[in-house]
């Protein structure tokens, strides 16, 4: 199975904030990554896929980059609405599994 | 409007078994592979299982092969998981969640929480 790393697990930032989340995996997965928002109670949300496209509906402050084995997502200013946890997930291979998680808080 | 509602969840005993479900409207059932994820309290997204848009293939995490299956029916737009030998690690919210084989996961159901515990 391919093993998603992701860092850091826990982000406290404020309002306005840049931040960046790191997504590291065991092997090549080519451009098969997406990212998700997950908010207490509630489902995950899809935000990123392939990498660095936006899902429909996403606002443009998140951004995605990265290729091969690490993988990054982009807030670029943060709202208060963005305090979440933020997983990876790759594509490239079953199962298609998670990175581990990363919660961002506010400062 | 797409809609993807699971039920069945509850409190089963150690080495019972369970039977979820997950009702699908808004979009054509039969054109979509169909996943399965689940979150034990407080950790992290753990993949589950698949099956094929048209039910002919299917894939089952290790943690849960030869216990658990997938399966759909068409005429009730409505996907299934039988969970069987059920552990206390199993214990989790799952998520059904629509996408195509290849294809990030795009719609999510609310979750049903499976609780086991004697």
């Known amino acids: 199975d391919i093993q998603l790393t992701q860092s850091p697990s826990f982000l406290s930032a404020s309002v306005g904030d840049r931040i960046t989340i790191t997504c590291r995996a065991s092997?090549?997965?080519?451009?098969?990554l997406a990212w998700y928002q997950q908010k207490p109670g509630k489902a995950p949300k899809l935000l990123i896929y392939?990498?660095?496209t936006l899902q429909s509906g996403v606002p443009s402050r998140f951004s995605g980059s990265g290729s091969g084995t690490e993988f990054t997502l982009t807030i670029s200013s943060l709202q208060p609405e963005d305090f979440a946890t933020y997983y990876c997930?790759?594509?490239?291979?079953?199962?298609?599994?998670f990175g581990g998680g990363t919660k961002v808080e506010i400062k | 409007e797409v809609q993807l509602v699971e039920s069945g969840g509850g409190l089963v005993q150690p080495g019972g078994s369970l039977r979820l479900s997950c009702a699908a409207s808004?979009?054509?059932?039969?054109?979509?592979?169909m996943h399965w994820v689940r979150q034990a309290p407080g950790k992290g997204l753990e993949y589950v299982s698949v099956?094929?848009?048209?039910?002919?293939?299917?894939y089952y995490a290790n943690s849960v092969k030869g216990r658990f299956t997938i399966s759909r029916d068409k005429s009730k737009n409505t996907l299934y998981l039988q969970m069987g030998s059920l552990r206390a690690e199993d214990m989790a919210v799952y998520y059904c969640?629509?996408?195509?084989?290849?294809?990030?996961?795009?719609?999510w159901g609310q979750g049903t929480l499976v609780t086991v515990s004697s």
């Open positions: 969640a629509r996408g195509l084989w290849w294809e990030p996961l795009d719609y």
């Open positions: 099956i094929s848009s048209n039910g002919d293939s299917t």
């Open positions: 997930q790759q594509l490239n291979s079953y199962p298609l599994t």
């Open positions: 808004g979009f054509t059932f039969s054109s979509y592979a």
């Open positions: 392939s990498v660095s």
């Open positions: 092997q090549g997965i080519s451009s098969y």
